[in-house]
């Protein structure tokens, strides 16, 4: 299982990444907006989806709207 992000790079667990998309998400006030840098990423079971906390919430972002700092 190797978790890639927009562009193709292989993801680490601890890994920087940055938004490529404007994201609307449930249960909190306001969007991700693009550009906006998740650090210290985790993988999920799922290889299309990493965790990382923005704002001080944990959320569940698909890897296809992210790319490798």
Do not use: C, H, W, Y
């Not at 299982?1 to 680490?12: F, H, R, V, W």
């Amino acid at each position: 299982m190797e978790p890639k992000d927009s562009n193709g790079n292989i993801l680490q667990a601890g890994d920087s990444v940055i938004i490529t998309k404007s994201l609307k998400v449930k249960g909190m006030a306001k969007d991700i907006k693009q550009g906006t840098a998740v650090k210290n990423i985790r993988l999920t079971d799922d290889e299309d989806a990493i965790e990382g906390k923005v704002d001080g919430t944990m959320i569940v972002i698909k890897t296809m709207f992210v790319k490798k700092k």
